[in-house]
């Protein structure tokens, strides 16, 4: 399957702030998360009626409370 470059640069973002983090799996919510800082997402988010800084709050917040981090070595 192809991706387009964009998508591909978000979904790599996300693995790597998730492994940064400890996470065991990176998420949808850790894609959303990256995806808040491409200012294409926020641009049709926003059209939405989205509220991005909302989001990325409780993105972050169910990111902390949903995921358990593996225990660094």
Do not use: W
Not at 11 to 34: G, I, P, Q, S
Not at 43 to 61: D, F, P, W, Y
Request: with cysteine; glycine share 2%.
């Amino acid at each position: 399957m192809l991706l387009s470059k964009d998508l591909e640069m978000a979904l790599n973002r996300a693995f790597e702030d998730a492994r940064e983090k400890h996470y065991e799996f990176m998420t949808v919510e850790h894609l959303l998360l990256c995806l808040l800082n491409d200012s294409t997402a926020v641009s049709v988010l926003r059209a939405c009626g989205a509220n991005i800084e909302s989001m990325q709050k409780k993105l972050i917040t169910f990111i902390e409370e949903n995921s358990e981090p593996i225990p660094p070595d």
